[in-house]
Antibody, heavy 122, light 113 residues
Framework: EVQLLESGGGLVQPGGSLRLSCAAS????????MSWVRQAPGKGLEWVSA????????YYADSVKGRFTISSDNSKNTLYLQMNSLRAEDTAVYYC???????????????WGQGTLVTVSS | DIVMTQSPDSLAVSLGERATINCKSS????????????LAWYQQKPGQPPKLLIY???TRESGVPDRFSGSGSGTDFTLTISSLQAEDVAVYYC?????????FGQGTRLEIK
């Protein structure tokens, strides 16, 4: 069974940093594009970032480019999101999600993790 | 970026009746060489992550009840629930994966009338 388990969320002050992790199991982690998708309280879904299975290609939404860094450790089957210069508008539940097709292109997500809440507030 | 616009924002339907949710993309998500529409639908219940329902615009994910169906092509798509059940109360999202950045519709909240 494919499982994704996020951790690392919490309360951080504006301008601060946080690193999220997503532990994956049940599939060949290095074969799939992995993404972070966030959801602000009471709002819709926003794709944040993605990384290729080999970790050699990364993609970012304009809203986080230059502040967030996605990475992965295939030896640990773990996805990361380093978030710097955090703003109030980054407050959201952050989900990690697995792409369905084992390719480098964008595709749909299944499954999603349960999410981890990041709150940016003073 | 491809903008995805859903309608309506919210919808109330009686149990056993049909529910229809629309999704329009700002540009075509039909890839001509494969003749596939790069569009997915998700269901999200309160406190839960999104659940995949439909991909390639009309292919139902394994285990999804057959009352859920997807249709459309190019820029206009529809998610239909043929006979609404109480457990279908949720927010529904469409998503394009034609090109990066991946984008979602704003969501449609489905309730029981």
């Amino acid at each position: 069974e494919v499982q994704l388990l996020e951790s690392g969320g919490g309360l951080v002050q504006p301008g601060g940093s946080l690193r999220l992790s997503c532990a994956a199991s049940g599939f060949t982690f290095s074969s799939y594009v992995m993404s972070w998708v966030r959801q602000a309280p009471g709002k819709g879904l926003e794709w944040v970032s993605a990384i290729s299975g080999r970790g050699d290609s990364t993609y970012y939404a304009d809203s986080v480019k230059g502040r967030f860094t996605i990475s992965s450790d295939n030896s640990k089957n773990t996805l990361y999101l380093q978030m710097n210069s955090l703003r109030a508008e980054d407050t959201a539940v952050y989900y990690c999600a697995k792409s369905v097709i084992a390719s480098a292109g964008p595709n749909w997500f299944d499954p999603w993790g349960q999410g981890t809440l990041v709150t940016v507030s003073s | 970026d491809i903008v995805m616009t859903q309608s309506p924002d919210s919808l109330a339907v009686s149990l056993g009746e049909r529910a229809t949710i629309n999704c329009k993309s700002s540009q075509s998500v039909l890839y001509s060489s494969s003749n596939k529409n790069y569009l997915a639908w998700y269901q999200q219940k309160p406190g839960q992550p999104p659940k995949l329902l439909i991909y390639w615009a009309s292919t139902r994910e394994s285990g999804v009840p057959d009352r859920f169906s997807g249709s459309g092509s190019g820029t206009d798509f529809t998610l239909t629930i043929s006979s609404l059940q109480a457990e279908d109360v949720a927010v529904y999202y469409c998503q394009q994966y034609y090109r990066n950045p991946i984008t979602f519709g704003q969501g449609t909240r489905l309730e029981i009338k």
